[in-house]
């Protein structure tokens, strides 16, 4: 089968998955015949006319999934993921506030254009799977990494999941693969970022105190009292990666929850602000950490 045959072929399926999982009406697709079959000139906007009918499929089909009503998790309510992917978080998944219109409040072509933007930074199209954009609402039992806002997929077969998995696998891997992430090194959080969760600054409370348990629990109350096991360890910093954006400290609610509204942190936190702003060397400290800079034992600030 050729590429482009290939491509038919997907979007064929993705309009039956798009029917089954009743997120849209499959309209126009955009889609543009083999290059065999039209002049050479028009092969140099190929490129071009997919990505668009890959953007017209997201606005049909994708989009609509981001103003659904979900419900909260383990409770009632209909929120929908725009609701806290909006004005509550300006990191990763941030989306458009939505215009209101006498047919009700959508998202214009610009503010679509605008999500689309940051949609396909959360997609890997050489790895489809491992895409934040499945991983984040996919229930852990399945695969998924967790997500503070809940799970909403039970299993890979869920109808949305599937047609989600199928526009990325349309995606040009070479447009749409993000670039490697730095690791977190383990042994640096052993020996450093556990002692800074442990020890509460200007007289606040520490971390522990309220991130002991639940979907952001951190930072656990050691068994034996007083340092954490292995096993423990690697629980918290589990958590912590969740947190974490691997290269970016700015976009790292780890390290924007605790810091100052004025110095450029959350605009919600519950607990105490352990930073004024960004130049901490404590924060420094943490943020090299994140960029992959710091390693080993060493925790001079």
Request: net charge negative; charged share 20%.
């Amino acid at each position: 089968m050729s590429r482009d045959n290939g491509r038919i072929d997907r979007t064929m399926r993705l309009a039956a998955l798009a029917l089954v999982a009743g997120v849209g009406v499959f309209a126009t697709v955009g889609l543009t015949p083999p290059l065999d079959d039209v002049p050479a000139s028009a092969a140099t906007v190929d490129r071009s006319a997919a990505v668009v009918a890959d953007f017209d499929y997201y606005r049909q089909n994708i989009e609509p999934m981001f103003a659904r009503p979900r419900g909260y998790p383990n409770a009632g309510g209909s929120p929908a993921c725009v609701m806290c992917h909006s004005w509550q978080t300006g990191l990763r998944f941030a989306l458009a506030d939505m215009t209101e219109t006498p047919d009700g409040w959508t998202w214009t072509a610009g503010q679509s254009q605008a999500n689309y933007d940051v949609v396909t930074k959360l997609v890997n199209a050489s790895n489809p799977t491992s895409s934040r954009l499945l991983t984040k609402p996919l229930a852990q039992q399945a695969g998924g990494e967790g997500h503070s806002g809940g799970s909403y997929w039970e299993s890979t077969s869920d109808p949305e999941y599937q047609v989600v998995l199928q526009w990325i696998e349309m995606l040009p891997a070479e447009y749409f693969t993000p670039p490697p992430e730095p690791e977190l090194d383990f042994e640096f959080y052993r020996t450093c970022v556990q002692d800074m969760i442990q020890s509460p600054k200007y007289g606040q409370l520490s971390c522990s105190a309220c991130h002991a348990g639940g979907a952001i629990g951190f930072a656990p109350h050691p068994a034996n009292g007083t340092s954490w096991t292995e096993q423990e360890a690697r629980r918290g910093f589990e958590v912590v990666k969740r947190l974490i954006v691997p290269g970016n400290p700015i976009q790292s609610r780890w390290l924007l929850k605790p810091l100052h509204l004025d110095g450029g942190g959350s605009y919600t936190h519950n607990g105490p602000r352990r930073w004024l702003s960004r130049d901490d060397p404590e924060w420094q400290m943490l943020a090299a950490w994140v960029r992959g800079e710091r390693t080993g034992s060493d925790c001079s600030m």
